[in-house]
């Protein structure tokens, strides 16, 4: 385990399903209406054909219907957090980075730089120029600490430790049990301890249901009432292994619309698809604490 100097710094939905479900049902209703003539040709074949005509006009209008749903879905990602009056992370808060696998300088780099432009700069004139800027996107996080009339120190963030562990300490098949052990490895008195697993390491569940995790776990550390808790967030690399479920949109959705993927900034398409999931998993963590 090395220890690396601190820098001062799905989307496939229930419309996509119920499109692909009526395509592949297209055919087995066809066979089915040829055998329904065939059965009873008795009856009369406009009945029949009428018949036809109806469901596959019924198809029509629930594929159309999906697509727009879809198409909308794509133009529109705000997804607000609603506020469930739980208790919220207060105060100053480190995030610790813990790399398990091999990751290129360049890559640490982005995601630590991403983790100290959670706080805004004290020089307001800098500030002012680099709108609109990660802080002020982490801004928004504010208002729930508003509704909740907390008389606490504001949530405060900062880039604290840095863990490589680049030997693979603990195999390349990690199970939520390893990867706690892992976040137990970072400081756990107020910190969110996030791991970052390269391409090369599976984890359960990766790319199957999900392409992250957050969570909270008992720590080492003796608090009032028990033992303390820490909160821990983890990232895969889904560059490999499922840029289609992962990656977007930094790579073409296996489902929906292929439009042409966006280009990542760095030409880092590991980096910024971490980043990607990083932002909603950070701001869950910070509000279910």
Known sequence: MTVIASRAAEHPNKSTAA??????????WNLRLQRLSNSKSQHNALSDKLLEIIIYFACFIQLSLASRMLSEAVVDQAQPLQYHKGPLLTGKISVNLIWYGNFKPSQRAIISDFVASLTSSADSATKAQSQPSVAAWWKQIEKYYHLSGSKKAPLSLFLGTQLLDDSYSLGKSLTDKKITELASRGQQKDAINVVLTASD??????CMSRCGSHGSASGTARARRGLSKF?????GDSTSQCPGQCAWPFHQPIYGPQSPPLVAPNNDTLS???VNHTDPLFSTRVLRE
Do not use: C, N
Not at 201 to 206: I, K, L
Not at 231 to 235: C, G, K, L, T
């Open 19 to 28: 499109s692909s479900y009526l395509l592949l049902r297209l055919p087995a």
């Open 201 to 206: 390491v599976t984890v359960d569940g990766f």
């Open 231 to 235: 909160a821990y967030v983890w990232i």
């Open 272 to 274: 910024h698809s971490e």
